[in-house]
């Protein structure tokens, strides 16, 4: 079996691009021996894992929406969904945002200066991230305070110290960990230092468990 699985990381080695690439997925869970890659890490395409007889391995797709369950074998990681050899692989379509805009900072800035009384409903600027869960999953790199103002009503602005435990590999604040949600169908813009991003949460968001790429907002 071994000889087998090294027969398999050599083929894929042939047909794996040879330069990094944008990542193309993050991993939502591991379980039991899985090589090359830990619980929300990023991977590009190409990315070659390894999992043992008994290991497990979720990934979540960042443009096509994939979350692949992968239990065995080995794991070439693919721009949209996965190649697996020795393995096998569960896929169910999850909501989330294939197609996000990160506004400008100039356009960040212009949502952030526009009250609720001037955004009439349906009005919200058009290029926005859109989360599928009420507790997002912030990337917030390098610490300080993250702010959450809602800009299309009028609602407390939350103000985040990123320290503690809700953080989560200490760059990823969690909102479901510290237990803070946000109102379905409201329109926000997240602040950290000198990063802006405009986001909306979707009206039909619930406080139930939603994957990981559906709530994730990566505040870069």
Known sequence: MRSLIGAVVGLFCLTAPAVAQTP??????VQGQVDGVEFMDYVAPGKIIKLGPKGTLVLGYLKSCWRETISGGVVLVGAEQSTVQLGDVQRVKVPCDAGAVQLSEREANQSAATTFRTVKPGGAPKKLTTLYGVAPLVEARGGGTLTIERIDAREPTLTVPLTGDPMVHGKF???ARAGKTLTPGGTYLASLGSH??????DAQATSSSTPIVGR?????
């Open 24 to 29: 193309a997925a993050i991993v939502e869970d």
């Open 173 to 175: 604040y969690d909102f």
């Open 196 to 201: 802006r991003l405009t986001f909306r949460v």
């Open 216 to 220: 994730l907002l990566r505040l870069e």
